[in-house]
């Protein structure tokens, strides 16, 4: 076999067996493969395509390039939920108490954030203590015991899938459907999970900014999973303007803590909250309903067992759990400023990519790899779409310790909101559904 056989195959358009796929990814993580053939390789995909089946090949060769995690060890089905990122998104902070309050185990593997905010496990640092270095046989105990753990992932999963993401990010073959369907679910089968419910995001905050788009990518993503024997569900969400109010690290884990404390607001993040949650529990027992599913978790919210189970799921991780009765302990800004509205109308969009940028700017996320990230700061929304606004009316709250980062991020805050004299009929926050 030799690569360069296999680049002129896929430039031509045909297809590729498994075992091809398989000698491409093997050699390619062994080094024996060199970086320009795999190059080569990678435009030959991006204008080419793969099949379904070339897409399944592809993502099992990276899956089983290092470790499979085996959650034998966890009682009942194993449920992950994976979005596919965006401004604002705290969804594991609030689905994780619910779910697991309601009766379904969650084993969360999660990462650090690289853009415009931490990752869920630069949020969960936030918090006093909190620790997601766990060893394997911890990880089972505490998720057997309390129902929930959120770890750190490890150093070995897909290597295959680190290396070819690293190449595609500098040749310009990121937006490809079937590489980006790949590499999601390479990661999301090595982690073990029996049912994966998906979140994929479309909008100007989105890594796919229109619904075909972003409908492509669940669809193929969800017909990889199911096609391998994984319970697949797929929900895409709106990411044209912030996911809830808040975006910033403890800020965000704030806002979590007020949803599961039972407050209705903010309705957009509650909402895809108890929609998610009622597609995890489905797939893990089909004789619940999803509308029997969703009920149960809305009793969690309102009966104050998921604000238990996140203060249980804090302690057992060395945090301190009395961040949920006093905001104070969380890391804090030097200083906070109001932005106020300069028009007066509806809001008829708030661009979620410059309110990311915003708190990028002030120091809440990584512009690359190793950055250190400023847990406290970031910002906090007043107004989103449809809300009627004034002249002088409160927008946006800054959080922040510089004022030289302020004023760049003030600019970005200005330019994200658009006003109208009617409200936007066509905003919505599920834009599709597979299951």
Do not use: W
């Amino acid at each position: 076999m030799r690569m360069v056989d296999f680049i002129e195959k896929k430039k031509q358009g045909k297809n590729l067996s498994k075992e091809e796929i398989d000698f491409i990814v093997e050699g390619y993580v062994s080094g024996e493969i060199p970086d320009y053939q795999m190059s080569a390789f990678l435009m030959a995909v991006y204008f080419q395509k793969m099949s379904m089946e070339e897409t399944v090949n592809l993502t099992m060769a990276m899956a089983h390039s290092g470790d499979l995690l085996d959650l034998s060890g966890i009682k009942g089905k194993k449920v992950d939920k994976h979005s596919t990122g965006g401004i604002g998104d705290k969804t594991t902070l609030v689905l994780g108490p619910m779910v697991a309050a309601a009766g379904f185990p969650v084993a969360k593997m999660s990462g650090r954030g690289l853009g415009f905010t931490g990752g869920t496990i630069d949020k969960l640092e936030s918090i006093p203590g909190f620790s997601t270095g766990m060893e394997t046989k911890q990880f089972f105990s505490q998720v057997n015991s309390i129902g929930l753990a959120v770890t750190g992932q490890t150093g070995n999963l897909t290597p295959a899938d680190k290396k070819i993401y690293a190449l595609r990010d500098v040749t310009a073959t990121v937006d490809c459907i079937p590489l980006i369907a790949s590499s999601i679910m390479s990661k999301k089968i090595a982690s073990g999970a029996d049912v994966i419910v998906l979140d994929v995001k479309c909008g100007s905050g989105a890594f796919m900014k229109d619904e075909a788009s972003a409908s492509a990518l669940a669809k193929t993503m969800c017909e990889i999973g199911n096609g391998v024997g994984r319970r697949t569900m797929a929900l895409v969400s709106d990411m044209d303007q912030p996911l809830g109010f808040a975006v910033g690290n403890s800020l965000e884990v704030m806002e979590a803590i007020q949803v599961l404390s039972g407050k209705k607001e903010p309705a957009d993040l509650r909402e895809l909250c108890l929609q998610l949650g009622s597609y995890m529990i489905h797939g893990s027992d089909s004789s619940i309903s999803v509308k029997e599913a969703y009920e149960r978790l809305e009793k969690t919210l309102e009966d104050g067992s998921a604000l238990e189970k996140f203060r249980a799921f804090v302690q057992a991780q060395g945090g301190n759990q009395d961040v949920t009765k006093d905001f104070s302990l969380f890391p804090q800004s030097k200083a906070k400023q109001e932005i106020l509205a300069t028009q007066e109308g509806y809001i008829t969009h708030v661009d979620a990519m410059l309110i990311g940028e915003a708190s990028m700017v002030l120091g809440a996320g990584r512009a690359k790899k190793g950055d250190d990230v400023n847990l406290a700061v970031g910002v906090v929304l007043h107004k989103k779409v449809n809300d009627y606004v004034k002249v002088g009316e409160p927008l946006v709250s800054v959080y922040y310790d510089s004022e030289k980062l302020l004023e760049d991020a003030k600019e970005r805050i200005n330019a994200a909101f658009t006003y109208g004299p009617r409200a936007n009929s066509n905003h919505k926050l599920i834009h599709q559904l597979f299951v």
